[in-house]
């Protein structure tokens, strides 16, 4: 008897949903004006979102330094409209870092001026000179040849004695080598060595690495647009460090998404390209927009209702519609603003299919199935 009265529970446990459940389905009203039930196809995925730049909102922050950053100058505001690579922001770093610019470009010039000098190889000047003192060498040491050849027919005839002879040898020896030196002396004056040529390219190449130091630490001294778009938000101005908050959030609002946070069990009604109506609660104004990407990641609700019993533990899929552009001109200005979504299906989609109620997707708190009129 209790199996029976259990048995007789589920069934009529199991009557009562099915005739509530036929019961929220909207009714549809056919040709012959008979109420016929709705395909699922014809249903619309309601949900809620918020709105976005098409580039998402950028929060640029300080490069990373050792010490937190200080700004010293602030070269934009709220509303400004940037381009790529503009001067955002410059840190109390910079004058230091430009300084160090300066000495490092300074360094490498001299060393620059260094190689040139070595390739130039010695004055003319000293080249002409020391020629000349080679000229005058040879010259002496001619005439100290023919003395010692005079000396040598003497000393055969015993008109010379054997120490004036010697003295003669020993003058055009000295002679000699006098003459070898200046002529290696002339050699060295025109000769560009390898060696100093490849010292002097290491100090041009260690004076570039250090330049190329200096610029980079200059660099993060400065904070630039990495997109064009509009000023949104300042969080740190001129004499304030850079927080975790950054210094500033910037978003292109040339045209504008919304993020509508899909149910789990709904997104596979999603489609790219599909209709959307957007709606700002309390505003006469309806945006229209197509659907873009539909992502990937399940994830918890980040907007929430004003409902008290909603599920706020919800488990979402965040898809992106992008705004036509007149819808996205209305709320260029309101990046964040909760709005509510319709995601409708295609019109192929749209076109009446046979189906039953019980193919029909489940209403949920978070996403609702609505008709399109």
Sequence with gaps: ????????????????????????????????????????????????????????????????????????????????????????????????????????????????????????????????????????????????????????????????????????????????????????????????????????QAQIEHAEAALERAEADVAVTTINSPIDGVVLKINTRIGERVGSDGLLELGDTSEMDVVAEVHETDIIRVQLGQPAEIKLRNWGETLHGHVIEIGRLVGRMDVLSNDPVDDTDARVIEVRIRLDKSSGELVAGMSYARVEVVIWPSESESEPTPATDENAPPATQHSTMLHKE
């Excluded at 009714?27 to 995925?45: E, Q, T, V, W, Y």
């Excluded at 100290?144 to 000396?151: E, I, N, S």
């Design 1 to 200: 008897m209790r199996i029976f009265l259990t048995l007789l529970s589920l069934v009529a446990l199991t009557a009562t949903s099915v005739f509530v459940a036929l019961r929220l389905l909207p009714p549809r009203i056919d040709n012959a004006g008979a109420i016929s039930s709705l395909p699922p196809s014809d249903f619309g995925i309601g949900t809620l979102g918020r709105i976005e730049p098409k580039s998402k909102v950028l929060h640029i922050n300080a490069p990373s330094v050792l010490e937190p950053a200080l700004i010293e100058h602030l070269f934009v505001d709220v509303g400004d409209h940037v381009a790529t690579g503009q001067l955002l922001a410059r840190l109390d770093s910079h004058r230091r870092e430009a300084a160090d610019v300066a000495s490092s470009r300074a360094a490498l010039n001299l060393a620059e001026m260094n190689l040139a000098k070595v390739l130039a190889g010695a004055k003319a000047g000293d080249i002409v000179a020391q020629q000349a003192l080679v000229d005058q060498t040879q010259s002496r040491l001619s005439l100290v040849q023919k003395k010692l050849d005079r000396a040598e027919k003497l000393a055969k005839n015993k008109a010379l004695s054997a120490d004036d002879l010697d003295m003669a040898r020993t003058e055009l020896e000295t002679e000699e080598r006098a003459l070898r030196q200046h002529e290696a002396t002339l050699t060295a004056l025109k000769e560009i060595r390898t060696v100093d040529v490849d010292y002097a």
